[in-house]
């Protein structure tokens, strides 16, 4: 399956955007996709995933501002993010496999397949 991400921006602090993870050659609800980031000299971080089931995860620090979001017949996996923040500044990027497991979830060594990465640059 390839990937392609793309909505990333500058926005002011306390803005919005929605990130896009458009999959093409297979389909996307077979697989659990999950969105990290990687900050400046930062290790790339968990940010929310999505199951098959259409059941959602997100890191605590991410809860209640992070949506993550599935659109099967646009073959689509969105994150809507609000309520930004200057740490929320870096690369996205989203990623899917069909072998995730629930205690790997979080670890993005266990995803074969990513998007390119889309920059998020959140000003204070």
């Known amino acids: 399956v390839q990937l392609q991400a793309s909505g990333g921006g500058l926005v002011q602090a306390g803005g919005s955007l929605r990130l896009s993870c458009a999959a093409s050659g297979r389909t996307f609800s077979n697989y659990v996709v999950g969105w990290f980031r990687q900050a400046p000299g930062k290790e790339r971080e968990f940010v929310a995933a999505i199951w098959r089931s259409g059941a959602t995860y997100y890191a605590d620090s991410k809860k209640g501002r992070f949506t993550v979001s599935r659109d099967k017949a646009k073959n689509t996996v969105y994150l809507q993010m609000n309520s930004l923040k200057p740490e929320d500044t870096a690369v996205y990027y989203c990623?899917?496999?069909?072998?995730?497991?629930?205690?790997?979830?979080?670890?993005?060594?266990?995803?074969?397949?990513w998007g390119q990465g889309t920059q998020v640059t959140v000003s204070s």
């Open positions: 990623a899917a496999d069909q072998s995730v497991i629930m205690s790997s979830m979080t670890s993005p060594q266990y995803y074969n397949y």
